[in-house]
């Protein structure tokens, strides 16, 4: 039957007639596979210094195609990216551009939170689709219920962006109230001054320190969490 011969062959087989590593050798990721996990997780209390953190990170990176969720029109206020009045006008101005073309926009969220969720859903949808990319998303605990999100688009991008060349940012007050998938799958997480003992307790999981170092946090302090490791360091030196 050709079920039982396609299972006859080894999966070694299978690789060496797709060009794959000879026998004997070790296979190594090769093309999107080779892509580093960019979803950085962005935390702390309003004024802790969120945006400015990303702001300076867009400055630094300089990412040719953007778009950010831009829950409070800060980053289309202070010229990060172009504001478009609806998702429809978000989605021509992407797809106009191919696979290579530069965009820099921002999409205000309005209307009822249910509207809004499906507006997330739909940009956070198109972002991975378009690939190649830089997504920010302020204020995600706005799109989130009970500490989960709903937005396939979301999941998508969090957990399979790394191969479509996707350099996400994740910003939020409360961690507490975003979805676990988004900490869980962070190559970056940072944060700053956190006002509730839930949201403390969650973030010091992570940094493996106690919840009280993150609620006594001084002014514009941080910590950051990487594979690499954990370190402290302040804003404002
Ligand atoms: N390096 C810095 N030196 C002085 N003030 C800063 C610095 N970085 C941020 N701030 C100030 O801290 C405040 C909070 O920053 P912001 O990024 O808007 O916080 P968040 O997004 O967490 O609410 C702003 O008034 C900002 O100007
Ligand atoms: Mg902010």
């Known amino acids: 039957m050709p079920v039982s011969s396609t299972r006859k062959k080894s999966a070694s087989q299978t690789s060496r007639s797709k060009g794959?590593?000879?026998?004997?050798?070790?296979a190594k990721p090769t093309g999107k596979r080779a892509r580093k996990l960019d979803v950085n997780v962005v935390m702390g209390a309003s004024g802790s210094g969120k945006t400015t953190y990303v702001m300076n990170e867009i400055d630094r990176l300089k990412?040719?195609?953007l778009i950010v969720w831009d829950a409070k029109g800060e980053f289309a206020d202070e010229g990060y990216a172009q504001t478009v009045g609806s998702v429809a006008e978000l989605v021509r101005v992407v797809v106009a551009a191919g696979p290579s073309g530069a965009f820099k926009v921002a999409y205000r969220p309005k209307g009822t939170p249910a509207q809004v969720r499906r507006a997330f859903d739909l940009i956070a949808t198109l972002a991975f689709e378009a690939k190649n990319l830089t997504f920010v998303a302020e204020e995600?605990?706005?799109?989130?219920?009970?500490?989960?999100s709903d937005s396939a688009g979301w999941r998508k991008c969090i957990t399979q962006g790394r191969t479509e060349g996707l350099t996400i940012y994740a910003l939020s007050q409360r961690p507490a109230l975003i979805d676990k998938n988004t900490l869980g799958n962070a190559s970056l997480t940072r944060c700053g001054l956190l006002d509730w003992l839930p949201d403390a307790k969650l973030m010091a999981q992570k940094f493996r320190c106690?919840?009280?170092?993150?609620?006594?946090?001084?002014e514009l302090a941080?910590?950051?969490h990487t594979r690499g490791g954990i370190t402290r360091g302040s804003m404002l030196s």
């Open 20 to 26: 794959g590593a000879p026998a004997g050798s070790r």
């Open 63 to 65: 990412p040719s195609r």
């Open 140 to 148: 995600l605990s706005e799109v989130c219920q009970g500490g989960q």
């Open 210 to 218: 106690k919840p009280e170092e993150l609620l006594d946090m001084p």
């Open 222 to 224: 941080f910590i950051q």
